[in-house]
């Protein structure tokens, strides 16, 4: 009798083991291994884990006295603009497995965040040691000539179909209603969306819902993100994104201002606001440089 509910026990145990790795390879690693759509679950779970690493690094930083402001968030875009860049090498097949891997999502923001932080803390030795200036201008045009050697190695493993017409479709129209909102700013009392850093969140969220909306509605792209997705299928048409994605951000942006009042709060406010710039000018870019390309 006790030999036999061990046994049932085992095997109830065993089948819980094997129903789990089911989940974790459905939800999670066949996402990654063939590069598909994301599920609500994971969807979910990359969110969480964005936000808990925001807050790791935030603690990580204060502790190794880098000062958090606008000037170190301006200084970080470039790394993630090569992280869209390098996605595209690998929707482009320039990559093989395993490596192509590590520069999927979430992988990928792993490996970038790895490449980001070592520059940074090796520029910020170099001018400890009065080898350089200012660390934070060294440490930005690094991220700049690593994203330029990603569009170097997109440009010698294209197939020369370019369409850069794109860029004007999309980039013109960003900047233009980025534009309209530093101008009006002041009218409805929010001037601070003057600065670089919200003017460039708020871009970056343009950019993505118009190279979103040109991809899917025009060029016959498929929208991984199910959120958007499901918005674009109740409108009929993605171009609903647009001005929901401007005041989405927007309140977003106005929040952070209310709730920032001390010391601390600050560093969370440029935090948070450098993870709106990650959401939105990532896949900005990539769907921008991927229609360009023609991958």
């Known amino acids: ?56 690094v935030l603690k990580l930083l204060n502790k190794l006295r880098i000062r958090i402001d606008e000037d170190f968030v301006i200084a970080t875009i470039p790394y993630v603009f090569m ?19 590590f520069f999927i999502t979430p992988l990928i923001y792993f490996v970038i965040f790895a490449v980001c ?31 330029l050697a990603g569009i170097v190695i997109l440009i010698f493993n294209s197939l020369y179909d370019w369409n850069l017409y794109i860029l004007v479709y999309s980039l013109v129209p960003s900047i233009g209603v980025t534009e309209i909102m530093r101008r009006v700013s002041p009218a409805i009392r929010m001037t601070y969306l003057r600065s670089r850093m919200y003017s460039f969140a708020i871009f970056s969220f343009l950019l993505d819902s118009f190279t979103t909306y040109i991809g899917v509605d025009m060029l016959g792209y498929t929208n991984k993100h199910p ?52 959401l939105g000018f990532s896949m900005g870019v990539r769907n921008l440089l991927a229609m360009a390309f023609g991958v």
């Open 83 to 101: 992280g869209s860049v390098f996605r595209v090498i690998e929707d482009a097949n320039i990559l093989s497995p395993p490596v192509k891997y």
């Open 227 to 278: 959120f958007s997705s499901f918005l674009a299928s109740i409108f009929g048409t993605g171009i609903v994104l647009i001005p929901l994605s401007l005041i989405l951000v927007v309140l977003i942006i106005l929040l952070l201002e209310k709730d920032s009042k001390t010391a601390k709060d600050q560093d969370e406010k440029y935090m948070l606001t450098l993870t709106l710039i990650v």
């Open 117 to 147: 932080f070592s520059i940074l803390l090796f520029t910020r030795y170099l001018e400890k040691i009065r080898k350089i200036e200012n660390y934070l201008r060294v440490y930005a045009i690094a991220g700049v000539v690593l994203s």
């Open 1 to 56: 009798m006790m030999e036999t509910i061990l046994n049932l026990s085992m095997d109830s145990a065993a089948g819980d083991y094997t129903d789990l790795i089911d989940f974790i390879k459905r939800n999670y690693i066949e996402g990654i291994v063939n590069d598909t759509s994301y599920n609500h679950i994971d969807m979910i779970t990359y969110v969480i884990i964005l936000f808990a690493g925001v807050y790791a």
